[in-house]
């Protein structure tokens, strides 16, 4: 019985490792003003150069960086849409959502002889984990920490540093005052376009990470279906925990444990079809904007672009 719950913990912790990567990145862009719907699309393009750049280089560390700055590149081209150019915040990131995908096809066709799902990357080209091999066999630290990469470990540490960063720093008060008032910030001599640009690029480089996670630890390679709507997850995970790093991680963390729990359930023969269990993840999404949307409050300028000349 504890093993099966350290195993249903430790795939929790596994798939929530890349949604945390994303809504933290959904967090930061948010906070400054901008809506940011593209993160699947960031997702997206991140597991296809980290999966390439995995397989080529055999270097995990730089797929991962890799990965991170394809997201950060994407982040970019929204950026310059919605902060530069003003344009509507929501359609620019469903462009992003077609566009990512569309690019990582047409790139693995390249790379890879017309396919568009890339060569698997050796065991020993992974992220490594960091506490295989350490605790017994069968024992109940061995199931939750075994099969951990150490993406999973950066994902926890960086939930707090943006945290403190959010709420301890001048740049996290500066950032903040942007996304609410971004006029009274620009009247104070704070940079509100630059500003939002760090934060919708820091945005599309967590996005590209979370992306690089699936590619190089949680599978070994890029497919058309390996991001599936975990962008829209980690957005659903973003306004659960009301904009704030810490609770998002626990909303994460409950998307991954439905996650945890299809896995764990197809393990027995229960005779419920693998397509309804699989749904699971995507019903829990739907239950929680149903409920939380409409009292979770976002930042007051999010989504308003903001135009200098405008005061307030």
């Known amino acids: 019985m504890l093993n099966n719950l350290a195993l249903i913990i430790g795939v929790t912790l596994m798939y929530s490792t890349p949604l945390i990567f994303t809504a933290l990145g959904g967090v930061i862009s948010e906070k ?31 797929a991962f960086v890799s990965g991170g700055l394809g997201g950060a590149f994407f982040g970019l081209l929204h950026a310059v849409a919605s902060v530069t ?38 065991l020993d080209n992974k992220i490594p984990r960091l506490l295989h091999g350490i605790f017994p066999n069968d024992s109940f630290l061995y199931y939750v920490f075994d099969n951990q990469y150490a993406t999973s470990y950066i994902a926890f540490i960086l939930v707090f540093i943006i945290w403190y960063l959010l709420k301890k720093t001048v740049f996290g008060l500066r950032l903040k005052s942007v996304g609410e008032h971004p006029a009274a910030a620009d009247t104070l001599g704070i940079n509100v376009f630059r500003i939002r640009y760090f934060a919708v690029i820091s945005s599309g480089f967590l996005a590209g990470l979370g992306g690089a996670t699936l590619s190089i630890s949680v599978v070994s390679n890029f497919r058309p279906t390996l991001v599936s709507g975990q962008g829209f997850i980690a957005l659903a995970a973003m306004i659960f925990g009301k904009w704030k790093p ?67």
């Not at 462009?95 to 390249?110: C, D, E, M, T, W």
């Not at 896995?263 to 904007?289: A, C, E, K, R, W």
């Open 85 to 122: 150019f003003s344009a509507n915040q929501v359609v620019s990131g469903i462009a992003i959502n077609f566009l990512g995908p569309g690019v990582a096809l047409f790139l693995s066709r390249i790379f890879f002889n017309g396919a568009t799902t890339t060569r698997s990357i050796d």
């Open 246 to 312: 810490i609770e998002t991680m626990f909303a994460c963390l409950l998307f991954g444990l439905a996650q945890g729990l299809v896995i764990f359930v197809g393990q027995f023969d229960f005779h419920i079809s693998s397509q309804l269990l699989n749904m699971l993840p995507y019903i829990l999404t739907l239950i929680v904007l149903v409920i939380f949307v409409g009292k979770s409050v976002a930042p007051a300028a999010d989504g308003i672009p903001y135009e200098k000349e405008q005061k307030h």
């Open 32 to 62: 400054s003003g901008v809506v940011n719907i593209g993160l699947e699309g960031m997702m997206v393009i991140g597991a296809f150069i980290a999966a390439t750049v995995g397989y080529y280089s055999g270097n995990p560390w730089l």
